[in-house]
Structures are given as C-alpha cells and as structure tokens.
C-alpha cells in the first residue's frame, strides 16, 4: 500500500497536479457551459435542431451529457451527505455517441457546502475503457478518504466491475474485474474494507464480497440457477447491514420459466459466507386494490440502518390473461414490502387510487402513448430513512397527463414528474403523494435519496432532468437532448400535496370540519373542502354503496388549514357514494351522488 500511495504522488507530480486544485469550487451559476445566456442547439436523429433552454435550478456541473438511460432497474446510490459535503454521480455520453452503451463514462461531483459551488471539473474515475451505472459508497483507506464504485465496465462480456480511487477526489483509481464472466455488480458497504453484492452471470444470479484493501474477490456464492431460481434476463439487487452481519440478494425472475414472474430473495446472517432459502418478495397475480399486478424490475432494497429489517419498494404491471400487461392503468402501481409489515404482504404506496393521470384518467391509453424503456407508469422507487430512523421516505416518478407534441412521425412520449411519500411505522401505512416537481414542460425521472443526512423535515434527493422524454440511447424515435442531473435539499413541509389545494384562509379553523361537495349531484367530477383545526395525521376516502373503498383522496400529516380536493368519477357507475374524513378522533361521513 505504500508503494501504491508513492506510485499515486509520483503520478500527481508528473501530470502536474496539486491536490489542492481538485477541491477549487466555483459557483454554481457560472458553470453551465456557455449555455446560461443563450439557447442550446441540440442535433436530433432527423437533422432537426432542437432549442434546449437553461439547465434546471439545482443542476450539478457535469459535463455536457447526453446519456438518458439509467439502471437496469437497480436504484444507483449515487447521491451522498457527509455534513456539508455533496458527492452526487452520473454516467455521460456526447451527442454523438448516445446510442453507443459503451462510450458512456462514470463521474462524480463534490460541494463542500451544501450544493451552493461544486469542484471546477467533474470527476472521471476511469478513463481508459467504458464504464456505466455509477452506484458508489464513500470511505476511508489508509486513513484517506476515498470512494469506491461498482457497476458495469464495458470488458468482454460487459462485466461488473469494482473501482477503487487511490485518493480522493482525483479520479485516480483501478478497476477490478468480477472473476467471473457476469452482468453489472452492484454491491454495498459490507464493513471493513469490504462491499458486497451479487450479479448475474449468464443464467444464474451469484454473490461476491471485494476487499478494496487487498483488491480482491471472495469466493462466490452460487443462489439461483435455471429455470426455477432464475430465467434468463435476471435484475439483481442487494442490499446489506454491515452492524448486523446481513446480506441479502435479490433478483427478478422474467416470466418464461418454471417459476413464475415474481421478485425473490435469499438473506444471509453469517455475513455472506451462507444464504438461507429463497423467499417471495412478490409473484405474479398478486391482488392489490383489487388489481391483479405482476412485479417488474424497478426496485429500490435497503436495511433499515443499523437494523436486521429488510425491505423494498417495487413497481408493477397489470397482469391478464396469463401475461403481464403494460396497457391497463389499474396495474401501474407502487408497493413496498417488508418480512415483518402487514404479514411480508406487499404494501401499497401509489397508483390509480393517488397519482393524478392514473387516478381520473380511464380513457388511459388515449393518453400515455409510450414510457422510456424499463420504466412504468409508476416507477424506479428509491429508499431511505431520516437519520433518527423515525420516518422513511420513498421518491419516484410518475407520469404526467401532458405528452409532448413532436412532428409527424416520432413517437410521443409522457414527460414525467418526480413524487414523495413517506411512512412514520417503517412502511405500513404511507403518506402522499407530494410533488417534488411539477413541471409540464420537463421530463424528470431516475430520482435517488442520499442514505444519510436527512434530518428533521430535509431530505436530499438527486434526479435526472431533461427537454425530451423517451429514450435516444435506444433509438425509440425520442429526440437526442440535453440531460442533467439535479440536486435539491428539500422541506417536505413545503411540499405541495398532489390533488390537494389549500384555500386560502387568514385564521386557523376552530374545528375539524368535513363539507358537502360541490356541485351535488355531480358528472364526472366534484369538489370536497375541510377543515383541519390541528396538525396530525388526516384520511379522507371514498367508499361505494356497499362499503367497497373506491380511493383515497387524502392520507397524510397536514398542518391547520382550509383545503379542497378534487374526486373524478369517471369510470365509476351512477349511484350513491360515501366519502369519509378521520383526523385526531374526528370523524364524519357524507353522501354525494354521481349522475351520468
């Protein structure tokens, strides 16, 4: 190791670097690379030239990037808090060679203070060969802060990679190969030195340990082979508690075997070195809101820190005639899970009953007309938990009832905004949908939470930002633009509430009020107002003839205040219905008549 530091300073010296230079930050606003004043003129697939407006407010300085896809499924921890330090991670490609997965590079960004100036240049980790899907933890080695990485480099065969960087942050580093022939590895801290995660490799999915002192793999462990563990296009995903000796490894079993579609996992208490049996996380056909979904593979799997409580947030399709079904807006929806909430049966966070196009919108494919690849109408949920480990948060996208108006010929695809609930019983009951963004005009998706410091009401999210929805890696007919990557430190207290408007009042009530809606009978929608005299935890539902919940309008912490939120009947059939509201003991019941 101290040859290796000798080699590094040897290096440093010759190149004529100091380490001082790398930590020079400039502010924020004067690197957007000429484009702050003018517009920027984007070449698309057809010879069109595409006007480009300024970067979003909270954009990092990357490197002008036309990357635009992200994961294979996996939420990338590429967004981390130490105090005031920001380290936020991306993978960039030129306009050019968007469409080439292995022209794509990992970087990373660093702020001392909080996000308000960033390092000169962006940090390159590996510049010799491609690398993609940037998910690194911070650490020290040899007493020095360093990084280290995991994810893909683009060797024979795309194999996973780890990326140890010798000293921090000059992007000096070595790139150690999985041992064996395999897809992306993702791993996380393991203690120690070590991180720990799995991979697929061809047909099985395997877990691997990598010492960043010594450089080296541990022997793999060998969990699932075909057909009954695993079929063919496997998404892996780990997660790990370095204090309580787990591991556990998941993946996503693709229909077309002899086990059906489903997401499984097996869990390890010695560290590693043993898995126990695998286990269902969720299989095809499960009933949710009476909606029969089938899991896909966008998933987020954490432990609560410090804590032996495993758990995921997932999205999911619709599930008919035998076969999962990307055309029914009853299966887009958002579900957590954990082994010890509500039975290890998954849980509901969003869908159809609280994300503004799934919930009115029953002429559904009218309107969402195509998703970026990989993703769903709910999708790439990411995990993370306040410092105090009291609440849990959970950010992800959704799509946006507008669709953007390209030329004849190019297909349309739904921009997408990005969304927040949170769970005070460590996911049993969730709050939201808030709005983290609202923004018709952008396409905002790949939405990730810092693991650590989040305190009180602040929590940090990172996510990408761009002109153009779809997919110009792939070349699905969307336009090649200009992506960011956006860092916002947020005050969920300012958050506004999806579908929720606060009436704008000077006192604050002096009871809880529940009022009849307006107008009564009503054809398709109407509007409910109430009264919350006292902050604290408020539901309000809506409930058939029979007593069968339709949806939830509101289910959330509020402050005192006047509100009205909307309810849309469309796709309900005439009759009576219930609307219910229950805040710190209060409860009352009103009928309303939908009239068609």
């Not at 004067?30 to 300024?54: C, F, Q």
């Not at 020290?140 to 893909?152: A, D």
């Not at 057909?227 to 892996?236: E, S």
């Not at 952008?442 to 929805?469: A, C, F, L, Q, R």
Request: aromatic residues 12%; contains cysteine; charged residues 15%.
């Amino acid at each position: 190791m101290k040859k290796l530091i000798s080699l590094l300073v040897i290096f440093l010296l010759l190149c004529g670097i100091s380490y001082s230079q790398y930590q020079k930050a400039i502010p924020h606003s004067a690197v957007k690379e000429g484009i702050s004043d003018i517009d920027y003129r984007v070449p698309t697939n057809t010879g069109l030239m595409m006007v480009e407006s300024d970067p979003p407010a909270g954009t990092i300085p990357f490197l002008l990037n036309f990357h635009d896809y992200v994961t294979n499924g996996n939420n990338l921890k590429n967004l981390w808090i130490l105090g005031d330090t920001v380290i936020a991670g991306m993978d960039n490609a030129d306009s050019v060679n968007v469409a080439t997965s292995s022209a794509r590079k990992m970087y990373y960004q660093v702020s001392y203070n909080g996000g308000l100036n960033w390092l000169t240049d962006p940090v390159l980790p590996v510049a010799s060969t491609g690398t993609a899907y940037t998910n690194f933890i911070p650490t020290f080695l040899s007493g020095q802060r360093t990084i280290v990485l995991s994810g893909r480099e683009f060797a024979p065969g795309s194999r996973g990679t780890s990326i140890v960087e010798l000293a921090f942050p000059t992007g000096v580093c070595q790139s150690y190969l999985n041992p064996a022939p395999g897809r992306d590895y993702f791993a996380y801290d393991g203690g120690g030195t070590m991180i720990k995660g799995g991979y697929q490799c061809g047909d099985t999915v395997k877990y691997a340990s990598f010492d960043y002192n010594t450089n080296s793999y541990g022997t793999p462990v060998l969990l699932a082979v075909p057909n009954d563990d695993v079929y063919q296009n496997a998404r892996v995903f780990a997660a790990t508690s370095p204090t309580q000796n787990r591991v556990a490894i998941a993946w996503w079993i693709a229909s077309g075997g002899t086990a059906p579609q489903s997401l499984v996992y097996k869990e390890s208490v010695d560290g590693g070195s043993t898995f126990g049996a695998k286990s269902n996380i969720c299989v095809v056909g499960y009933i949710v809101n009476s909606d029969s979904v089938a899991p896909w593979f966008g998933m987020d799997l954490i432990y609560k820190p410090g804590t032996t409580q495993l758990m995921a947030a997932f999205n999911t399709l619709g599930f008919s005639g035998g076969a999962p079904n990307y055309g029914t807006r009853k299966g887009y929806k958002l579900l957590f899970w954990s082994p010890t909430i509500n039975g290890g049966n998954p849980v509901l966070i969003a869908d159809r009953s609280n994300v503004p196009l799934l919930m009115t919108d029953t002429a559904f494919n009218n309107n969402l007309l195509d998703i970026q690849v990989g993703m769903t109408a709910v999708s790439h949920p990411s995990l993370a938990y306040s410092s105090d480990g009291s609440r849990l948060y959970c950010v992800y996208s959704a799509t946006q009832r507008d669709t953007s108006n390209f030329p004849a010929g190019w297909a349309n695809f739904n921009f997408n905004d990005i969304y927040l609930s949170y769970s005070n019983d460590n996911g049993a009951t969730w709050s939201g949908p808030y709005f983290v963004t609202n923004t018709p005009q952008d396409d905002e998706i790949y939405p990730t939470i810092s693991p650590t410091g989040n305190v009180g009401n602040y929590i940090h999210v990172s996510y990408h930002s761009s002109k153009y929805p779809g997919s110009a890696q792939f070349s699905d007919l969307s336009y090649t633009g200009r992506t960011y990557r956006v860092y916002k430190k947020l005050d969920i207290t300012t958050l506004p509430p999806v579908g929720i408007r606060e009436i704008g009042v000077t006192t604050v009530p002096a009871s809880f009020t529940l009022k009849q809606n307006f107008p009564n009978p009503f054809n398709p929608e109407t509007r409910i107002q109430f009264n919350i005299a006292k902050a604290g935890f408020v539901s309000l539902k809506v409930y058939d003839a029979v007593g069968r919940e339709v949806t939830t309008l509101v289910n959330m912490d509020m402050r005192p205040g006047a509100y009205e939120v909307m309810f849309d009947g469309r796709g309900l059939a005439s009759g009576m219905y219930f609307y219910t509201m229950r805040a710190n003991g209060y409860v009352e019941t009103k009928k309303m008549m939908l009239v068609k």
